[in-house]
């Protein structure tokens, strides 16, 4: 099944609208269990969705692996004490991200998800958060990751599996 064709592409604005596959049974279906896929046999103790679509990704993955899952979210909303990393995101605004402070127990492996990687910095704050907790990131899962110097780097660190990069 082709879900990408599912993805809004005519927006107004620089992101595309990813919502109708989740509205679809069988391409969120589909979209799930190949995120999951690469990561089955990875050693995986909690899948982290990244706020806020890559809650939606990021649950159903978990779900698929048989893990827990871990809410990454925007700064300010956990009303308990938190770790923090702040970045500037892909509209040059200084965002924050945050993880509960006892969320994460040291050397834990991480599978983050997300549900679009633009220019690599929210994914990067992902992987600081989890590092500074003393987890591993075991991996990233997303639909897509665009082509860049943090993506690459990302990619060249961690094993990344993008849905939309062409099936070899």
């Known amino acids: 099944m082709n879900y990408l064709a599912l993805i809004d592409t005519e927006t107004s604005g620089s992101r595309y609208d990813v919502t109708p596959l989740f509205a679809d049974y069988a391409a969120f279906s589909a979209v799930v269990d190949d995120l999951a896929a690469p990561f089955?046999?990875?050693g995986i103790d909690l899948?982290?969705?990244i706020d806020a679509l890559g809650f939606i990704l990021g649950t159903?993955?978990?779900l698929r692996l048989k893990k827990g899952f871990l809410a990454i979210r925007k700064g300010g909303k956990l009303p308990v004490k938190v770790?923090?990393?702040e970045f500037v995101d892909y509209t040059g605004q200084q965002k924050a991200l945050e993880i509960r402070a006892n969320a994460l127990k040291a050397g834990m492996d991480v599978l983050l998800v997300d549900e679009w990687?633009?220019?690599g910095a929210q994914v990067r704050a992902a992987v600081e958060l989890v590092e500074m907790m003393h987890g591993r990131v075991a991996g990233i899962a997303t639909i897509n990751m665009d082509d860049n110097k943090m993506t690459r780097q990302l990619r060249q660190q961690y094993q990344v599996f993008a849905a939309a990069d062409p099936k070899e």
Request: net charge negative; no cysteine; hydrophobic share 60%.
């Open 83 to 85: 770790n923090r990393v």
């Open 40 to 42: 089955v046999d990875v």
């Open 60 to 62: 159903a993955v978990a």
């Open 47 to 49: 899948v982290a969705g």
């Open 117 to 119: 990687v633009e220019t």
